[in-house]
């Protein structure tokens, strides 16, 4: 069985964070907003047929400060609720398709996004926090140990070294990386390999998508 997923009519933008206490600076609003509706569809493909009960699990994109999410409608081939994740309050679309007749299913989700501009500043403003601490929060030392998928040895930390040469503070060196992948990766689903969130095919690979991005 393989699933495929992939926006229709909406744009992709990434943003880096580098430090947390960059996230308490003040934030400049702007009574500038723009409306979108755009589209998330998942191919499932590949269904085994039989006595089986196929579980979807859907990622649903959610309001925040900044931005009014409205999931307009769902269509899809099987009954559907919302469900949330406990530990990073994630919401996601939760089906089960029983004894499947058909080899391929599509669920898409159909949405309606207010977003609001705002701003934290630019590199300028957020140098002023290019300082190493002396210790990180216990949610920010999580995200700095490895897992089976994104190694801190070897080519990774090689590859990050060359980067990051001759700077100084984690604001420097995140965006001497940012720059890197910038300049250096190209978005492209082609062949195989991307979508896992390999960090060492991606970086050998220099492709993919936004999850090999990450």
């Known amino acids: 069985m393989r699933l495929r997923t992939f926006p ?13 206490r960059a996230a308490n600076a003040p934030v400049a609003h702007s009574s500038k907003s723009r409306v979108f509706e755009f589209t998330y569809k998942a191919e499932i493909q590949d269904l085994p047929a039989g006595s089986h009960v196929v579980r979807i699990w859907i990622p649903v994109a959610q309001s925040n400060a900044h ?15 919302i469900e949330g994740e406990r530990e990073y309050k994630d919401r996601m679309l939760y089906a089960e398709i029983r004894n499947p007749r058909v080899s391929e299913a599509d669920f898409t989700l159909t949405y309606r996004v207010k977003r609001d501009e705002y701003s934290k500043g630019g590199l300028r403003q957020l140098l002023r926090y290019n300082s190493d601490p002396q210790d990180y929060s216990a949610s920010i030392r999580r995200y700095l140990e490895p897992n089976r998928l994104i190694p801190v040895t070897g080519m990774i930390k090689n590859l990050a070294n060359t980067i990051t040469a001759g700077k100084q503070g984690p604001v420097e060196k995140a965006h001497a990386i940012y720059n890197y992948l910038f300049h250096t990766f190209r978005y492209d689903k082609s062949g195989t390999g991307w979508g896992r969130g390999d960090a060492v095919w991606a970086c050998d690979a220099k492709h993919g998508n936004c999850t090999d991005f990450h």
């Open 67 to 81: 931005q009014v999410v409205t999931l307009v409608r769902v269509n899809g081939p099987a009954p559907d609720h």
């Open 8 to 20: 229709l009519c909406v744009g992709v933008a990434l943003a880096l964070a580098v430090i947390t």
